[in-house]
């Protein structure tokens, strides 16, 4: 990648869908939309819009930059669906980026911390694994995720040094709430 790469990066792990344009080391462009659903829908689009307003079109990108979680697990995975398919299709690196990298980013000795359903907290220290906790053991403050705003340029930013590893993937630290079916799968017959 180049020294001052063009790197559009995005998020969708929340209730945004989120976009920044980082051009020869500066965000020339920040596009937020506050959404509960819809972001599959609008991703594209408004990642469309993003580059047309820039005067760039997709080919100009060095690299992609996506959130990976942990967050909403659709969104994630809308995102990270794109990210991939963009990146394969330019054939650029997808760069994931998770929040706690982002909060990182901004707070770098912080307890970064995702909120996540029945009062409790994706947490990470920098450096460490990432826990589940509730939010009444946690013994040190923990610092929330920023405005879309911040963090989709946070990891806009932090894309522009990293190196490219695998593709991204969804970040998921616990496993699913849902159980697997308890029937037996159907019986398929053949044809022959």
Do not use: W
Request: aromatic share 4%; hydrophobic share 50%.
């Amino acid at each position: 990648m180049r020294s001052d790469p063009t790197i559009l990066a995005f998020d969708t792990s929340a209730a945004h869908c989120a976009a920044a344009l980082l051009v020869g080391g500066a965000i020339t462009q920040v596009t937020v939309e506050a959404m509960a659903k819809g972001q599959a829908e609008r991703l594209m689009p408004l990642l469309q819009d993003v580059m047309t307003t820039a005067g760039l079109s997709f080919d100009d990108l060095d690299a992609v930059a996506v959130g990976v979680g942990p967050g909403n697990f659709t969104g994630i995975r809308i995102a990270v669906s794109a990210a991939r398919g963009l990146a394969l299709a330019l054939e650029i690196p997808a760069i994931g980026v998770s929040t706690f990298d982002a909060i990182h980013h901004l707070h770098p000795d912080a307890l970064a911390a995702v909120p996540a359903p029945r009062d409790h907290l994706y947490v990470r220290r920098a450096g460490g694994a990432p826990d589940y906790r509730h939010r009444d053991t946690l013994t040190a403050a923990p610092v929330l995720p920023p405005s879309p705003t911040a963090l989709v340029t946070a990891m806009a930013q932090i894309a522009a040094t990293a190196d490219p590893g695998p593709a991204p993937a969804p970040l998921y630290i616990k496993p699913a709430d849902a159980a697997p079916s308890r029937d037996a799968p159907p019986v398929l017959l053949d044809d022959a």
